[in-house]
């Protein structure tokens, strides 16, 4: 039997895909539900006042907290896809990187202090492994030239957004019902179910990922664990001398320097790859039109994780959340966005289907641009929201609602196309590697949105409509400049498919 009839039996058995698909999405469905869930009370935990439970600190800090945690969620997805490369594989990366996630929500259920943030770094080291791996995954489902690549990310996306409705939903119930730690406990539940099922189902992976792509020496092996046992010694130190005062810690600079070691990282790395890594002429023109699309992706998540910050407190402090008696906890705002990908998901993955049934593909660039400039006018619709929150009035749902239609439309455009990107694009040898540094853009992203979120200080609220256009405008003219290059990068898109 040929591989290519193996593969076609399997297809028919997860929506026209195969069936290790469904192992993957249900994996990654109940650890964003874990993700998710707590990311949305983050914030809003670390504002509340001690008395209310919460940690009672100002919202530039909390910004500045929340802009690394979820930068460094996604800044360790660079060592986790080099540690699945080379030395455990992708099925490994994402058994032991859930286990560690799911420990970390564990000890957030715990009503102290100090482990919140012991917590907190335990689901930035085990997200590290199993997000990059995870998508990586996916994309080594499917061969280089077959169509169907980016209707299966946007499956997998699918998955990514049911389990963070499920944790908006039963996480925000339960913190406005039970309390704080119950909803962070509910999370931890939703990770172990994840891995339950990862274990269950990983045959149906065939092998993908069972063993790392680059074979080391036995020496070599045994200097990167040294290495990696050294890094977890060192953070363990530090954490203990911030837990007993010996060092301070300035969420603020910290998360400054974070975005500037990040973005160097990121540059490094992607072009350490380009010039240093024996790639082909062909490999390089791939490379910069997948340049083009990180690019885009920094800006996009620079605008689109406002929602668990600054949206999010807009949610809490500016909206009318009040049904006759009930009030809406604000995460369940935040869940439209999840919402509205489910609903538009299966439609956009029959467009992209469809267009390229007819000849007509747009480029990776020119999707990512043009879901940049949507996210972007989802601001427009702030500044509006904004101005009349400056007037003294509570803003009706629907303005928020309107603003996560228009960055579910752009997210929709953008990331599952640009995860499809990194997997297409990339030298097959250095796949890991480019889907972590492809992560990176995430973290810089989503620290350059906790510093943006610091700005808006709740007891000036007459600055927000400034602040959401400026971000806005700024961000269409960067979709417009990258849709521009991509007149000229998008042959060489094609270049992957020969």
């Known amino acids: 039997m040929t591989t290519e009839t193996t593969i076609n039996d399997v297809e ?3 929506f026209g895909h195969p069936k290790g698909l469904k192992t993957l999405f249900l994996t990654e469905m109940w650890e964003r539900m874990s993700y998710y869930g707590m990311r949305a009370m983050l914030v809003l935990f670390m504002t509340a006042s001690i008395q209310e439970g919460g940690l009672g600190i100002t919202v530039a800090t909390a910004g500045a907290i929340y802009g690394l945690y979820t930068g460094s969620v996604y800044l360790l997805g660079l060592p986790g896809g080099w540690m699945a490369d080379r030395l455990i594989g992708g099925q490994k990366a994402i058994w032991y990187g859930g286990i560690i996630i799911m ?24 997200t590290g492994l199993l997000k990059p791996n995870i998508g990586a995954l996916v994309g080594q489902l499917y061969s280089k030239v077959d169509t169907r690549r980016d209707s299966g990310y946007t499956l997998y996306y699918l998955g990514i957004n049911l389990g963070s409705l499920i944790g908006y939903m039963v996480c925000g119930y339960l913190r406005i019902n039970v309390g704080w730690h119950w909803a962070f406990g509910a999370a931890a539940v939703g990770m172990g179910l994840g891995l339950i099922q990862f274990y269950l189902t990983t045959p149906e992976l065939k092998g993908v990922g069972a063993e790392p792509t680059v074979k080391m020496s036995e020496k070599a092996q045994k200097l990167s664990w040294t290495v990696i046992g050294a890094f977890m010694l060192s953070l363990t130190f530090i954490t203990v001398l911030l837990m007993n005062g010996t060092m301070t810690f300035n969420a603020a600079v910290v998360a400054d320097s974070f975005a500037i070691i990040a973005t160097s990282l990121f540059f490094i790395c992607f072009f350490a790859i380009f010039f240093f890594g024996n790639t082909s002429a062909d490999e390089k023109r791939q490379l910069i039109s997948l340049l083009l699309v990180c690019i885009a992706s920094i800006f996009f998540w620079m605008g ?26 604000p995460e369940w705002l935040q869940s439209a966005n999840s919402f509205f990908i489910i609903t538009l998901s299966p439609f956009i993955a029959a467009l992209w289907i469809n267009l390229a049934k007819k000849m007509i593909t747009p480029s990776y660039g020119i999707k990512c641009a043009l879901g940049l400039i949507i996210m972007a006018l989802g601001f427009l619709v702030m500044f509006f929201a904004a101005q009349i929150a400056a007037s003294g009035l509570k803003v009706a749902p629907y303005w928020l609602i309107a603003t996560y239609f228009l960055h579910t439309v752009g997210e929709l455009c953008l990331s599952p196309v640009a995860l499809s990107a990194v997997s297409k694009l990339s030298p097959k040898r250095f796949a890991g590697q480019m889907m ?3 992560v990176l853009t995430y973290s810089i992203g989503n620290v350059v949105a906790g510093r943006l979120a610091g700005n808006f200080d709740p007891n000036n609220v007459s600055e927000m409509p400034g602040l959401y256009l400026q971000i806005g405008l700024f961000t269409i003219a960067v979709g417009v400049v990258i849709a521009v290059l991509t007149l000229k990068t998008r042959k060489w898109e094609k270049l992957a498919e020969s």
Do not use: K, W
């Not at 420990?103 to 085990?126: D, K, M, S, W």
């Open 12 to 14: 028919r058995q997860f």
């Open 103 to 126: 420990c970390g929500h564990i000890v957030l259920a715990i009503p102290n202090e100090n482990t919140f943030y012991i917590g907190l770094i335990l689901v930035v080291l085990g």
């Open 304 to 329: 689109f994780e406002q929602a668990g910050s600054s949206l999010n407190l807009f949610g809490q402090d500016y909206t009318q959340r009040m049904i006759g008696t009930f009030e809406i906890p």
């Open 436 to 438: 972590g540094i492809f």
